[in-house]
Structures are given as C-alpha cells and as structure tokens.
Nanobody, 122 residues
Framework: QVQLVESGGGLVQAGGSLRLSCACS????????MAWFRQAPGKEREFVAS????????YSTDSLKGGFTISRDITKNTVYLQMDSLKSEDTAVYYC???????????????WGQGTQVTVSS
C-alpha cells in the first residue's frame, strides 16, 4: 500500500516562495508516477505538475507561468514542488498523488495524500 505525506505548506506573502514535500512509502519513485494537484475554496481540484517514474515532467500552463518546479529525490523517496513568485490566486490545499498508469493532467492516480494548506497573502 502506498502512503503519501505532504508537508511544507503555510502562510507566505505574495512574491514569496515555498517548497512542498511529499514523502512516499510503499513504492519507490522509480516505479510510480507522482503528481501535485491543488484545490482552491469553491473550485474544482486542478492539476499542477507531474513527474513520471522515468523522471519526465509535465506542467499545467498556470504552473509554467507561475514559476513552479516539480522534482524528486530518489534516495529520500520524496517529491517536491518548488513554488516561486507566489500570487494570492495560488492559495489552495495542495495534494500529492501517485499512480502506476496514465499520468499528467488526465492521469489515473490511485493514492492521495491528506493535503497541505498554502495561503498567499496580498
């Protein structure tokens, strides 16, 4: 069974940076696709970025514009989301997800973390 634990959320001023972490247990990152999603109040959950088991990455258009970077540390079995130049509209609960089938924004993710709150003050 895969378990995902996010951390690193918090309150930051607009223009600031945060790095989210997602520690994965039960599978190695080289054998599972990982992704970050977010859900703002009153909105549907949306894809942010993904990193395939092979290491290839995919980003949403907003993530590319907003200076988000997904990466991973195989030795720590942890995926990261570096978020720079944060804006108030980036305020959301950020979720880590994992799956072994299709990845990307339309992917199938079987496992989800509990989420971490990111609040950007303007």
């Amino acid at each position: 069974q895969v378990q995902l634990v996010e951390s690193g959320g918090g309150l930051v001023q607009a223009g600031g940076s945060l790095r989210l972490s997602c520690a994965c247990s039960g599978r190695t990152l080289s054998s599972i696709h990982m992704a970050w999603f977010r859900q703002a109040p009153g909105k549907e959950r949306e894809f942010v970025a993904s990193i395939r088991a092979s290491g290839g990455t995919t980003y949403s258009t907003d993530s590319l514009k907003g200076g988000f970077t997904i990466s991973r540390d195989i030795t720590k079995n942890t995926v990261y989301l570096q978020m720079d130049s944060l804006k108030s509209e980036d305020t959301a609960v950020y979720y880590c997800a994992a799956g072994t089938k299709r990845t990307g924004p339309g992917g199938n993710y079987d496992f989800w973390g509990q989420g971490t709150q990111v609040t950007v003050s303007s």
